[in-house]
């Protein structure tokens, strides 16, 4: 599989003032996660739309980048269009929206996404073959609901683990047919053989800052919905979420492999971030209990809480599903349907031990406020966590 590291478009020149030593402090460095919702129905059609500086959307989800200005970005749902990095950065990023700052990367990252990938079986047992439910990650042409990483500092060789096998995470909690006594069985043989853990992709990006080294952990794992009592979503969506939690653990992280053939996680005492539409709720909505937990409680993993005002008013003033939640509303991250499964927690950014956090926020504007309209934007909202690295 080929993935395209991007040139540097931009120079970004910043004066420097000294600063004695005693008082010298660190920078703090903004990583962040946004889904976009900037995938399209037909292949190509993003980067038509990105032709323009007009697209009222692309306008709105850059505002949102530019009033939060992450100097380490994913994007998910970003349909894999290695053409459309560039016209975004260039006809929305680089263009003040609505008074704001325009905000400059001259580094990032796009490959391949599983979704779309046709896998030539019937996954979802509808007598058909081919359907974008058929696809090694629901989509309807490949690439849809892909993903980018934009980052103000280098990016180096990145690994990416889009054809890791399901059936090979030892233990993996593969969807079970509850028709028959077998255990693990919704899936034959044939197709686990073939069948990939990764909804979209796992990647490992490497960001340069300074002399430092930060692993920028990405991924979008399925929805846990839109199955049957197999649960075959809501398990798989387990399992991406673990395969993190594996990876930066030196102890459990043997038996993965990347697309090149390397085997083996983060060596130890690694700096990383996780981030990404986990798609998983600690104590509300549909995913399997424990799964986003995997990460939180992981040993060398810092659950920084990103907060916001926005997310409480909203959960009060929408009322239905919110009305019954365990949840804190002031975490949520997404703006869901009001009937089910309400708004929750379903985007993470979250640095390791070793990165010191100074802040953390969600992007959530109150109502009436100045940026207000912004909430329109995606169903998400933008979520940032600031570390000293």
């Given at each position: 599989?080929?993935?395209?590291?991007?040139?540097?478009?931009?120079?970004?020149?910043?004066?420097?003032?000294?600063?004695?030593?005693?008082?010298?402090?660190?920078?703090?460095?903004r990583?962040?996660?946004?889904?976009?919702?900037?995938?399209?129905?037909?292949?190509?059609?993003?980067?038509?739309?990105?032709?323009?500086?007009?697209?009222?959307?692309?306008?709105?989800?850059?505002?949102?980048?530019?009033?939060?200005?992450?100097?380490?970005?994913?994007?998910?749902?970003?349909?894999?269009?290695?053409?459309?990095?560039?016209?975004?950065?260039?006809?929305?990023?680089?263009?003040?929206?609505?008074?704001?700052?325009?905000?400059?990367?001259?580094?990032?990252?796009?490959?391949?996404?599983?979704?779309?990938?046709?896998?030539?079986?019937?996954?979802?047992?509808?007598?058909?073959?081919?359907?974008?439910?058929?696809?090694?990650?629901?989509?309807?042409?490949?690439?849809?609901?892909?993903?980018?990483?934009?980052?103000?500092?280098p990016?180096g060789?990145?690994?990416?683990?889009?054809?890791?096998?399901?059936?090979?995470?030892?233990?993996?909690?593969?969807?079970?047919?509850?028709?028959?006594a077998?255990?693990?069985?919704?899936?034959?043989?044939?197709?686990?053989?073939?069948?990939?853990?990764?909804?979209?992709?796992?990647?490992?990006?490497p960001?340069?800052?300074?002399?430092?080294?930060?692993?920028?952990?990405?991924?979008?794992?399925?929805?846990?919905?839109?199955?049957?009592?197999?649960?075959?979503?809501?398990?798989?969506?387990?399992?991406?979420?673990?395969?993190?939690?594996?990876?930066?653990?030196?102890?459990?992280?043997?038996?993965?492999?990347?697309?090149?053939?390397?085997?083996?996680?983060?060596?130890p005492?690694?700096?990383?971030?996780?981030?990404?539409?986990?798609?998983?709720?600690?104590v509300?909505?549909?995913?399997?209990?424990?799964?986003?937990?995997?990460?939180?409680?992981?040993?060398?993993?810092?659950?920084?809480?990103?907060?916001?005002?926005?997310?409480?008013?909203?959960?009060?003033?929408?009322?239905?599903?919110?009305?019954?939640?365990?949840?804190?509303?002031?975490?949520?991250?997404?703006?869901?349907?009001?009937?089910?499964?309400?708004?929750?927690?379903?985007?993470?950014?979250?640095?390791?031990?070793?990165?010191?956090?100074?802040g953390?926020?969600?992007?959530?504007?109150?109502?009436?406020?100045?940026?207000?309209?912004?909430?329109?934007?995606?169903?998400?909202?933008l979520?940032?966590?600031?570390?000293?690295?």
């Amino acid at each position: 599989m080929k993935s395209l590291l991007l040139a540097p478009v931009l120079a970004l020149v910043a004066g420097a003032v000294a600063v004695p030593p005693a008082q010298a402090r660190p920078e703090p460095v903004r990583f962040a996660t946004y889904n976009a919702s900037l995938n399209r129905a037909a292949a190509g059609q993003l980067v038509a739309d990105l032709s323009t500086p007009d697209n009222p959307q692309a306008r709105e989800i850059a505002e949102v980048v530019q009033r939060t200005r992450p100097d380490v970005l994913l994007i998910n749902e970003f349909d894999h269009a290695p053409e459309a990095v560039d016209l975004f950065r260039r006809n929305y990023l680089e263009r003040g929206q609505n008074g704001a700052a325009p905000i400059h990367y001259p580094h990032a990252f796009i490959a391949p996404s599983n979704t779309g990938v046709p896998s030539g079986f019937d996954l979802n047992r509808d007598g058909r073959t081919g359907t974008a439910d058929d696809a090694f990650g629901f989509g309807f042409f490949p690439g849809q609901y892909g993903m980018l990483v934009l980052s103000k500092y280098p990016i180096g060789p990145a690994r990416t683990f889009q054809e890791f096998r399901w059936a090979d995470m030892p233990g993996a909690m593969l969807p079970d047919d509850p028709a028959t006594a077998a255990p693990g069985d919704w899936y034959s043989p044939e197709i686990l053989a073939e069948f990939r853990l990764s909804s979209k992709s796992h990647w490992d990006v490497p960001v340069r800052i300074g002399r430092d080294t930060v692993h920028f952990l990405v991924s979008h794992p399925t929805p846990p919905v839109f199955d049957g009592p197999e649960d075959r979503n809501g398990a798989r969506n387990h399992d991406e979420i673990r395969f993190w939690a594996d990876y930066v653990h030196p102890g459990r992280s043997r038996y993965i492999y990347d697309d090149s053939g390397r085997r083996g996680g983060l060596k130890p005492g690694a700096r990383f971030v996780v981030a990404g539409d986990q798609n998983s709720d600690e104590v509300d909505g549909d995913s399997v209990p424990g799964a986003i937990q995997q990460l939180l409680t992981a040993p060398r993993v810092t659950d920084v809480r990103p907060s916001s005002a926005g997310g409480v008013e909203a959960a009060s003033r929408q009322g239905g599903a919110n009305l019954t939640h365990l949840g804190d509303p002031r975490y949520d991250t997404g703006d869901f349907n009001d009937t089910a499964p309400g708004n929750l927690r379903a985007d993470y950014v979250l640095p390791s031990r070793g990165l010191r956090p100074l802040g953390a926020g969600v992007f959530w504007p109150l109502p009436g406020s100045e940026h207000d309209r912004l909430n329109d934007a995606t169903d998400h909202k933008l979520v940032w966590v600031d570390v000293a690295v």
